[in-house]
């Protein structure tokens, strides 16, 4: 049931606080993030953490409907701290907890709580040690990282001077503010953060995600229009780049869980074909442990990606026992020196054809001494010709032979740069999955 | 002056409008971002297009001080309309204009203004022939994409069946409502959006950004103190990965430019030499720059960073001329066999030393011919010899002569890989522009 606020004039709000009511009842709480910083607003930083965080409450079972930014200024923080707190028990606050005048984010919510501000000395201590470890002088600023509302308790970060604080409410919930550096709040958000809210939700979300490639979003939707349509669990598309991935969502319990399984075995009857993994698998992990599992070995040869297949595949721990490196072959010079591409294909047909594509892929495989060869070359442009733009050919070579497939990519260069490099690790797995389709998908 | 909602009791508010007062005296207008959809809260999506727009705004001269998401919720929706219109007189929704149910932002705003809907049969018929090139039936849901509130115009989007749309009001600002797809959403921010907006500002922020190398943060700040607590320009530091950007910002008018000049002038006297450009401009544009007016050539050597390298500098359209390759040598018989790196240095100081880096860069300058060789090999983690994670050596071979310098990274792979890549781009800029500090700086 919904209880929005009621509009009683144009412009004028009288806000139902749904605290109280609810922390009664013992239902899941819900929680509202107010992002600060006035550089969130300017554009210059995009709001990451708050997706972070966005994703753990989901999995912790704590409702979220509403997000709040606003800058670096005392009073539009109050103001969106009380809304926040007329519609959840849990407000976050990320950013404004450095030691700057700027920072504002402690002082706002002492003020909404009526809480006086307490500095915990041991705190002081603790960071003048710090700074003189580090040979920078302490100025008196500095110590307003030590500043808590009273009856707060600090929340441990391990990355950076600010710590993270939690002053608890009488209804159960709290405010909680964390520092907006994301090598800072992430850590946290897994840490001191889960440990503090985990037990606040109600019945988590048990999420599946099932990852695809080779198929379109609206195709592979379209293959289960029921399920699309389900409440329980709930089947979500998302398309990402090159890749689309299917969110089975359901209540983390038995039966919840047991839906979500049934829902993923119907799926992959359908659609199995295209499916490379789940959750937080990623293809190039996918590709290393199918080579790695036949005891073989890849090299790459790229023009127009110029290394990106090479620095997406070597992003995986433990690469080297199966990714033996590559040529990025930018120039048609080192395409022949360096790839044995011969200069009658160069001259013939091209540096973007199939017979280019063909004999890189041997090149690499045949010179890097590996089991497999994979090549790119294409038009990314801005500049290509008439008609050819987004052009790329995608080559392999196996064990037994050597064929290539010629891909025609929209997009600006940015973008059919990325296709290529997708296309490339799609078509690898396809072969190394079923080596009779090799380069027909 | 600050016209905060007044608390009138705990989670209970009265918000006073501030449309009706400044929309008569001819200041510039507030604008208000609504970001719509679910998929925001879950933080399945992360909101760059919110940043795109509060980053526009603030070039036009808009205020902007409120940001807020909801999901596809029409009760949270109005109710968010209805807070935006009493603090702004622009109120701009991202997302929610697709053809399904979920998406309700045109009802809610229709709904806020009072306005009937209306069916557009022109769009009607245009998006059915539409639908009919593509060989898609036509379904009834998608004539909710020609749905328009009363005394609204359509704004077009060149990317989507979704089109944009903007509802003045008679205060002279309006509602906008925009798709959310960034590849839709983007090119309208710089085109109908632009052109809707741009008169509604007051004096348009003049932004001039220097991107730094070589240097921290902390320490470029503190070379101009009474610079970064200027208001006249602002002067503010941001720190991306591997570089600091500084923004000055002053009005768009002939002082405002002129007092950015000036204090440019002043930043680059004292931090010059770490200054490699300005505004969009990127590290490796101006190292294929320096390069290319050289009538000089770059191969490089990647072993950590797996081709990372490449990938950033054939980013820049047009690289091939300089560019001509590299080898990606993540094993050891590759580096001996492609790029000449002597056993003895293997089987000796081994593959992550001066002696390897030297050589790598040395064989990708001799062997793909080129006039510089730049290389890169380290322990990008997790696993590496005791003590020495993140420790990574940066090679470069010039005309005459070739050296490394050993760089000791923090962070986990990702980190140290990026990191590497920045530095060695960083190392090679810094020879470029300054032959004789080759490897030192």
Redesign the interface.
């Known amino acids: 049931m919904?209880r929005?606020?009621r509009?009683t004039a144009?412009?004028?709000?009288?806000?139902q606080?749904r605290?109280t009511e609810r922390a009664n009842s013992g239902e899941a709480m819900h929680a509202e993030i107010i992002s600060v910083g006035t550089?969130?607003?300017?554009?210059?930083?995009?709001?990451?953490n708050?997706?972070?965080?966005?994703?753990?409450l989901?999995e912790w079972g704590i409702h979220?409907?509403?997000?709040?930014?606003?800058?670096d200024?005392q009073?539009?923080l109050?103001?969106?701290l009380?809304?926040a707190?007329?519609r959840a028990e849990i407000v976050i606050t990320i950013g404004g907890l450095g030691p700057t005048e700027d920072d504002l984010t402690r002082y706002a919510i002492a003020e909404i709580l009526g809480r006086p501000m307490v500095r915990d000395e041991a705190v002081v201590r603790r960071l003048q040690a710090f700074f003189r470890s580090r040979g920078v002088a302490w100025v008196e600023l500095n110590g307003r990282q030590a500043d808590l509302p009273e009856g707060g308790e600090w929340v441990a970060n391990a990355n950076g001077t600010a710590l993270g604080f939690w002053v608890p409410t009488e209804d159960g919930g709290g405010v909680l503010a964390l520092p907006g550096p994301p090598?800072e709040f992430l850590p946290m958000l897994d840490g001191p953060v889960r440990e503090l809210l985990r037990g606040r939700g109600g019945v988590p979300l048990y999420r599946r995600t099932l990852r695809f490639v080779g198929i379109g979003e609206s195709l592979l939707a379209a293959q289960f229009p029921e399920l699309m349509e389900g409440e329980r669990p709930t089947v979500?598309p998302?398309a990402k780049p090159g890749e689309v991935h299917l969110?089975i969502a359901d209540a983390d319990d038995e039966t919840g869980r047991e839906r979500v399984r049934q829902v993923e075995q119907l799926i992959r009857a359908k659609a199995g074909e295209h499916c490379y993994g789940a959750d937080e698998e990623t293809l190039p992990e996918v590709i290393l442990s199918l080579l790695r599992r036949e005891g073989q070995t890849l090299a790459?040869a790229?023009s127009?990606?110029?290394?990106?297949?090479?620095?997406r595949?070597?992003?995986i721990?433990?690469?080297?026992d199966v990714?033996?490196?590559?040529?990025?072959?930018?120039?048609e010079?080192?395409k022949h020196?360096?790839l044995g591409v011969p200069e009658a294909v160069l001259n013939g047909p091209g540096a973007v054809s199939n017979e280019c594509a063909v004999a890189m892929a041997q090149g690499a495989r045949d010179?890097?001494?590996a089991t497999w060869g994979l090549s790119v070359t294409g038009y990314a442009?801005?500049?290509a010709p008439e008609g050819r733009l987004g052009e790329v050919w995608i080559g392999l070579a196996g064990p037994d032979r050597a064929e290539a497939v010629r891909f025609a990519f929209r997009g600006d260069?940015?973008t059919v740069?990325l296709r290529a490099v997708s296309q490339a690790l799609t078509s690898l797995w396809q072969a190394l999955r079923e080596p009779a389709r090799m380069g027909h998908s």
């Not at 144009?10 to 806000?15: E, K, P």
């Not at 127009?304 to 620095?311: D, K, P, R, S």
């Open positions: 919904e929005v606020p509009a144009r412009g004028t709000f009288l806000c606080p605290r550089e969130l607003l300017l554009g210059d930083t995009v709001d990451t708050a997706a972070a965080l966005g994703q753990r989901a979220h409907r509403h997000r709040q930014t606003v800058g200024h009073g539009r109050v103001e969106a009380r809304l707190q007329s090598n979500a998302y969110r790459v790229e127009c990606t110029g290394g990106g297949i090479g620095a595949l070597t992003e721990p433990g690469a080297s990714f033996v490196g590559g040529v990025i072959s930018y120039t010079a080192v020196a360096h010179r890097l001494g442009g801005p500049d260069r940015r740069r």
